[in-house]
């Protein structure tokens, strides 16, 4: 066998493997594995490199950046359970309900908060499901808008701050979290506001698809509404500007601010006596199992990539990035469709911890902007969340919804929400000042 071909080959293997079903974790670990004993076999490979794997694994259990992880899916978790998400949500809706589409207008807002309050998708998309969905039916509005605009709000918690994905990409790419937060804010709420804007044009040129709520589906009104608003709104904006206000500023690490972030959702439930044994308990089940999967998710890559550059596989992937046509722009056409492709099938941890180490070398050589390509990565990433078959907000959402929601028509529903981040994405990539302004 050719030893030039043992790395690209390793990287077929990993992928027929993990396209086939098998978790990806032990899919990377076990192709690192057959092509260690492969190398060594004909020479290609020193199998004292393995050796290494010990510390390397070491270094992901002390890594503090990442220790922000479970922090901010603990924060986003306890809300959820607690069910101050559902209080806002259904606060809102009143405070929108009396205008066309005010509804859907109210699920952006709230999965707007949600993103900045927690950064954790899944509990975003479930929250919202389970308690609009059932209204948005109730009063008239279409299936596939609500479903779309319920999925698609749900996922804006990837590319708006404090984002686990954003913790993750920093790591990945050897950058401040802080200055990744900072230059996603902008592009996130951009697309949180072209989201709102394409509700108000639907409703406006198709009002029976998003019908105003009627006065008895609005039991607050007038000082009384307002009264509400102020007690369910104010509490987690407060927690938002803690949280991100102490990153922005410099007084604390995104991993102390995450814990700012777990300790003040358990002081709001608890202040709405809603801190019990049984929502503790849920909240660091669902913490523990989501930290455990990233984890082994970090191990296998290092894994992969500790035999994939014993094989001189980096090298193969750098000449193979840094002499494409055009350049930088070459770099960034391949490396927003592979990611974009890849997204249909694969989740965004697995795209993070396989693909961006072998890009960000390629970037840095170029001399690209580390924080612009970590915030454009993110907005692409966050469309693997919708795209068909395999976007994991449409299976989150899926779970949730009433029987009478076909899956070809919440498909239907994410395809106008999929072209607004295509959008947002080609914004982001022409104008780079939409990210890089708050950072310099």
Same mark, same amino acid.
């Given at each position: 066998? +050719?030893?030039?071909? /043992?790395?690209?080959?390793?990287? *077929?293997?990993?992928?027929?493997?993990?396209?086939?079903?098998?978790?990806?974790?032990?899919?990377?670990?076990?192709?690192?594995?057959?092509?260690?004993?492969?190398?060594?076999?004909?020479?290609?490979?020193?199998?004292?490199?393995?050796?290494?794997?010990?510390?390397?694994?070491?270094?992901?259990?002390?890594?503090?950046? /990442?220790?922000?992880?479970?922090?901010?899916?603990?924060?986003?978790?306890?809300?959820?359970?607690?069910?101050?998400?559902?209080?806002? /949500?259904?606060?809102?809706?009143?405070?929108?309900?009396?205008?066309?589409?005010?509804?859907?207008?109210?699920?952006?807002?709230?999965?707007?908060?949600?993103?900045?309050?927690?950064?954790?998708?899944?509990?975003?998309?479930?929250?919202?499901?389970?308690?609009?969905?059932?209204?948005?039916?109730?009063?008239?509005?279409?299936?596939?808008?609500?479903?779309?605009?319920?999925?698609?709000?749900?996922?804006?918690?990837?590319?708006?701050?404090?984002?686990?994905?954003?913790?993750?990409?920093?790591?990945?790419?050897?950058?401040?979290?802080?200055?990744?937060?900072?230059?996603?804010?902008?592009?996130?709420?951009?697309?949180?506001?072209?989201?709102?804007?394409?509700?108000?044009?639907?409703?406006?040129?198709?009002? &029976?698809?998003?019908?105003?709520?009627?006065?008895?589906?609005?039991?607050?009104?007038?000082?009384? /509404?307002?009264?509400? *608003?102020?007690?369910?709104?104010?509490?987690?904006?407060?927690?938002?500007?803690?949280?991100?206000?102490?990153?922005?500023?410099?007084?604390?690490?995104? =991993?102390?601010?995450?814990?700012?972030?777990?300790?003040?959702?358990?002081?709001?439930?608890?202040? +709405?006596?809603?801190?019990?044994? =049984?929502?503790?308990?849920? =909240?660091?089940?669902?913490?523990? &199992?989501?930290?455990?999967?990233?984890?082994?998710?970090?191990?296998?890559?290092?894994?992969?990539?500790?035999?994939?550059?014993?094989? +001189?596989?980096?090298?193969?992937?750098?000449?193979?990035?840094?002499? $494409?046509?055009?350049? &930088?722009?070459?770099?960034?056409?391949?490396?927003?469709?592979?990611?974009?492709?890849?997204?249909?099938?694969?989740?965004?941890?697995?795209?993070?911890?396989?693909?961006?180490?072998?890009?960000?070398?390629?970037?840095?050589?170029?001399?690209?902007?580390?924080?612009?390509?970590? *915030?454009?990565?993110?907005? +692409?990433?966050?469309?693997?969340?919708?795209?068909?078959?395999?976007?994991?907000?449409?299976?989150?959402?899926?779970?949730?919804?009433?029987?009478?929601?076909? =899956?070809?028509?919440?498909? &239907?529903?994410?395809?106008?929400?999929?072209?607004?981040?295509?959008?947002?994405?080609?914004?982001?990539?022409?104008?780079?000042? $939409?990210?890089?302004?708050?950072?310099?």
């Amino acid at each position: 066998m +050719n030893q030039e071909w /043992l790395a690209p080959l390793m990287f *077929v293997v990993a992928f027929f493997f993990i396209f086939s079903g098998y978790p990806v974790a032990f899919a990377l670990g076990g192709t690192a594995l057959i092509f260690a004993v492969l190398g060594s076999s004909i020479g290609a490979f020193d199998w004292n490199l393995l050796f290494a794997m010990p510390e390397r694994t070491f270094g992901i259990m002390s890594n503090y950046v /990442l220790l922000a992880v479970p922090f901010f899916i603990f924060m986003g978790a306890m809300l959820e359970r607690s069910r101050l998400a559902e209080d806002l /949500l259904k606060t809102i809706g009143m405070l929108f309900g009396p205008i066309r589409g005010g509804l859907g207008l109210a699920v952006i807002f709230v999965g707007t908060l949600l993103a900045a309050a927690t950064g954790v998708v899944g509990a975003s998309v479930v929250a919202m499901g389970m308690i609009s969905m059932p209204v948005m039916l109730q009063y008239g509005y279409s299936k596939e808008f609500s479903a779309g605009i319920i999925t698609a709000s749900g996922t804006l918690g990837q590319i708006i701050p404090p984002s686990v994905v954003l913790v993750v990409l920093a790591d990945q790419l050897a950058i401040s979290v802080g200055d990744l937060f900072l230059g996603a804010f902008i592009p996130g709420l951009a697309l949180a506001s072209l989201f709102a804007i394409f509700v108000m044009v639907v409703a406006l040129f198709k009002p &029976k698809t998003m019908p105003a709520l009627p006065k008895d589906a609005r039991p607050f009104h007038g000082m009384a /509404l307002l009264r509400q *608003v102020v007690l369910v709104l104010i509490p987690p904006l407060v927690l938002i500007l803690l949280v991100l206000g102490s990153i922005f500023i410099g007084v604390a690490t995104p =991993t102390e601010a995450g814990a700012i972030g777990a300790t003040g959702a358990m002081a709001l439930a608890a202040i +709405n006596r809603r801190f019990t044994k =049984t929502c503790l308990r849920e =909240t660091m089940d669902h913490t523990t &199992k989501l930290t455990v999967m990233v984890m082994f998710l970090l191990i296998g890559s290092t894994a992969f990539a500790l035999v994939f550059r014993g094989l +001189n596989g980096d090298l193969w992937i750098e000449h193979l990035l840094t002499n $494409l046509p055009g350049g &930088k722009i070459g770099l960034i056409i391949v490396a927003n469709l592979t990611i974009f492709i890849l997204g249909f099938f694969i989740d965004f941890f697995e795209i993070a911890f396989i693909i961006i180490p072998l890009l960000a070398p390629a970037a840095k050589l170029l001399g690209i902007d580390m924080v612009w390509f970590g *915030v454009m990565i993110a907005m +692409n990433l966050q469309t693997s969340f919708l795209t068909p078959p395999f976007g994991f907000a449409l299976f989150y959402f899926r779970g949730v919804a009433p029987p009478e929601i076909k =899956t070809t028509q919440i498909y &239907k529903g994410v395809l106008p929400f999929i072209a607004i981040q295509v959008l947002c994405l080609i914004l982001v990539i022409l104008f780079p000042g $939409l990210v890089t302004y708050l950072v310099k």
